[in-house]
Each structure stands twice: as structure tokens, then as C-alpha cells.
């Protein structure tokens, strides 16, 4: 039997989730930013490399989480942003930023991030602005590396991130303890 044009494989109804189970999608509803609206608590999934807005030869990234918890974040940029309610079970997104690195490897585990101030690094020049400092609560498990699951880079395509896995013969770019501001190699 065909389809007649008026005949669909869609339907107009939401289609309610089987018993035991509750839907999700994976596009975020809003990104949190933990100094301004708190701490984010949520399971890392996935991460999502960009050109920077500021400097184009830095990437960016932001980290996809399944929030454990209802959660305020925005919506939008610029003159269209706004604060909405992020429900429990929501994907989220962080932007990440210097002193985040220690999310690398938290795939899959639940992780409570909280905003812990500056911090003034000894035997810096005083212009240097004072690092900024996330604390990490982890559940239970053992995480593993956050896959990057799109790469949207264009000018910042060569430039390299804390995703990046270490190839054999290819060396890394140094890093100093507390290289975590804005001049960092990494761009976040």
C-alpha cells in the first residue's frame, strides 16, 4: 500500500515517553555561568569547540551537562538573552574558562562546580590579572574524557585545546602551574 502526499510518518501529538523512562534532548536550554547564577550540578556529557568572539585565534568551548537539578540559566545573547528555569534532567551548557582544566576527565560522573574567587598568583607582573578558581565536589564513579562532539572552529581550527590528546612524536605546548589567565595557550 503507498502513501498518498497527505499521508505522514509524523504526527502532531506529542508522543508521551514509555513508563520508566523520561526524555531529553540534546540541545542545551541555556548556559549557566557559575560566578553570577551558582553552582552548576550535573553529569559533563559532551563539549563543543568555536572561534572566540573576542579573539578569533583562540577557541572556546562550553561543556554539555544533564542537570541534576532544577537550575536557573540564560537563554540568548546580547539584547535577547533571559533568565529561564532549567528543569532536572535538562541539558545545560558552561562556558569554560581558565582554572576549569580539572573537567577534562569528569565524563559521566556527577560533578557540583562552584565559583571560589581569585587568586593572586606569587611572582607575577602586577598588571597580570589574579586567576580565577573552580571547585569541583565529584560523585560517585570514575569519570572519563569528555568527547568533543562538534568542532566549528574556522580561524581557531590549529590552535590547541585541553581536549586535544596527546599524539605520539607530537610535542605539547608548555604549560607553567597557574597558567590559567587569559594569555594561557589554550583561550579559556
Keep these: 500500500m ?3 502526499p497527505s499521508q505522514s510518518n509524523t504526527s502532531t501529538s506529542p508522543r ?3 513508563e520508566g523512562m523520561r526524555r531529553v534532548n540534546g540541545d542545551v536550554v541555556g548556559f549557566r555561568d557559575i560566578q553570577t547564577q551558582g553552582s552548576l550540578y550535573g553529569i559533563p556529557r559532551a563539549a563543543k ?6 579573539d578569533l585565534k583562540k577557541p572556546s568551548c562550553f561543556v554539555i551537562f544533564e542537570a541534576l537539578e532544577d537550575m536557573k540559566v540564560t537563554e540568548g545573547t546580547g539584547d535577547e538573552a533571559q533568565e529561564i528555569l532549567a528543569k532536572k534532567g ?13 573537567i577534562r576527565n569528569l565524563c559521566g560522573i556527577p560533578v557540583e562546580i562552584h565559583y571560589g ?6 611572582g607575577r607582573p602586577a598588571a597580570q590579572k589574579p586567576m580565577q578558581v ?21 580561524q581557531s581550527r590549529n590552535e590547541p ?5 596527546a599524539k605520539p612524536g607530537v610535542p605539547r605546548p608548555s ?8 594569555e594561557q595557550p589554550y583561550g579559556f
Design 117 to 122: 574567587g581569585e587568586k593572586k598568583l606569587k
Design 161 to 165: 585545546t585541553m581536549f586535544d590528546f
Design 175 to 182: 604549560r607553567e602551574p597557574g597558567d590559567d589567565s587569559e
Design 90 to 102: 535538562d541539558m545545560v551548557g558552561l562556558w569554560l574558562k581558565g582554572g576549569m582544566r580539572q
Design 2 to 4: 503507498s502513501k498518498t
Design 134 to 154: 573552580y571547585n569541583f565536589d565529584l560523585g560517585e564513579g570514575k569519570g572519563t574524557p569528555i568527547p568533543v562532539i562538534e568542532d566549528n572552529r574556522k
Design 49 to 54: 569547540l568555536s572561534d572566540n568572539g573576542q
Design 16 to 18: 508521551q515517553p514509555r
